[in-house]
């Protein structure tokens, strides 16, 4: 394969088999707002032509602070949208399948096959969609690269913000391994408005501040796909062993590794290993 000279900076770091390697990978992403952005931006500059994208939401002025290639017109257009005409404007060759609908809604029409992606992005708001996510990447053995953003808020107080990045599978470790999913969160996703009233009261937090959207800003999205990113091309081109969790702490200034082991006994990585020993039919 003749190399684009483009690339021929990246090819500096990881050879023309490493490029040719990125350019014939397919990747999706789940969650196109702040984070997700950022993705689809970077993982076109890296070469990728090969994107499935799956978003539900809306651009909004709120969203323009923070949502890489949108202007004020695009308001009310779907975020997979603008993020799929970045990518074309980067790439104009690639291969775009934009989903505007949920998660749920594009995995249960049976046209999102994951077990075709060399790597699933999630840059998801909630954790019963990164559950979904964690279960149907393990079951069909394809990796899955969590993103988040977080602001921590104290009685009116910032008093943390950064993120983190999930490299779940890529070695034995995941989410659920980790304990990064709001178990909590999780149970009410499942409940009905009257459970969910009683929770309420029981708690004592309104209901529409559990769920209302904390702030976000995009230098920090930025570093936490950039992490992503890195993490995924390390790896995929065999440059370095990834790592399974980082931490951005962006209120001090620095990027930490989880030392920590997973547990012996994981559903997920227990079926996504037993997922990538079957053999090809």
Same mark, same amino acid.
């Given at each position: 394969?003749?190399?684009?000279?483009?690339?021929?900076?990246?090819?500096?770091? +990881?050879?023309?088999?490493?490029?040719?390697?990125?350019? #014939?990978?397919?990747?999706?992403?789940? =969650?196109?707002?702040?984070?997700?952005?950022?993705?689809?931006?970077?993982?076109?500059?890296?070469?990728?032509?090969?994107?499935?994208?799956?978003?539900?939401?809306?651009?909004?002025?709120?969203? !323009?602070?923070?949502?890489?290639?949108?202007?004020?017109?695009?308001?009310?257009?779907? /975020?997979?949208?603008?993020? /799929?005409?970045?990518?074309?404007?980067?790439?104009?060759?690639?291969?775009?399948?934009?989903?505007?609908?949920?998660?749920?809604?594009?995995?249960?029409?049976?046209?999102?096959?994951?077990?075709? +992606?060399?790597?699933?992005?999630?840059?998801?708001?909630?954790?019963?969609?990164?559950?979904?996510?964690?279960?149907?990447?393990?079951?069909?053995?394809?990796?899955?690269?969590?993103?988040?953003?977080?602001?921590?808020?104290?009685?009116?107080?910032?008093?943390?913000? =950064?993120?983190?990045?999930? +490299?779940?599978?890529?070695?034995?470790?995941?989410?659920?391994? +980790?304990? !990064?999913?709001?178990?909590?969160?999780?149970?009410?996703?499942?409940?009905?408005?009257?459970?969910?009233?009683?929770?309420?009261?029981?708690?004592?937090?309104?209901?529409?501040?559990?769920?209302?959207?904390?702030?976000?800003?995009?230098?920090?999205?930025?570093?936490?796909?950039?992490?992503? &990113?890195?993490?995924?091309?390390?790896?995929?081109?065999?440059?370095?062993?990834?790592?399974?969790?980082?931490?951005?702490?962006?209120?001090?200034?620095? &990027?930490?590794? #989880?030392?920590?082991?997973?547990?012996?006994?994981?559903?997920?990585?227990?079926?996504?290993?037993?997922?990538?020993?079957?053999?090809?039919?």
């Amino acid at each position: 394969m003749t190399l684009d000279p483009r690339y021929s900076r990246s090819v500096g770091l +990881f050879g023309a088999s490493g490029q040719n390697l990125l350019s #014939s990978s397919r990747v999706a992403i789940v =969650g196109l707002g702040g984070i997700g952005s950022h993705l689809g931006q970077q993982l076109a500059y890296l070469g990728i032509e090969s994107f499935s994208l799956i978003d539900h939401d809306l651009v909004t002025d709120s969203s !323009l602070n923070r949502l890489v290639g949108a202007t004020a017109e695009d308001v009310g257009s779907p /975020k997979v949208d603008i993020a /799929k005409r970045t990518i074309e404007l980067i790439q104009p060759g690639a291969d775009v399948r934009a989903w505007a609908s949920s998660f749920s809604d594009a995995s249960g029409t049976g046209s999102l096959d994951l077990s075709s +992606f060399d790597v699933v992005f999630g840059a998801v708001d909630t954790d019963p969609v990164r559950l979904d996510l964690l279960s149907e990447t393990s079951a069909c053995g394809t990796p899955y690269l969590d993103c988040a953003s977080d602001v921590l808020v104290e009685d009116g107080m910032v008093e943390a913000f =950064g993120g983190r990045t999930a +490299f779940n599978f890529v070695e034995r470790g995941c989410l659920a391994c +980790f304990d !990064l999913l709001d178990q909590r969160e999780l149970r009410r996703a499942t409940m009905t408005p009257e459970e969910l009233a009683t929770d309420d009261r029981l708690y004592g937090v309104p209901r529409s501040v559990l769920n209302a959207r904390g702030p976000s800003v995009i230098s920090v999205n930025g570093v936490i796909a950039s992490v992503g &990113v890195t993490e995924f091309m390390v790896w995929h081109v065999g440059l370095r062993r990834p790592q399974r969790l980082l931490t951005y702490r962006a209120d001090v200034g620095g &990027v930490r590794a #989880s030392l920590d082991d997973p547990p012996e006994v994981c559903p997920y990585c227990d079926m996504y290993e037993a997922r990538r020993t079957i053999e090809p039919t």
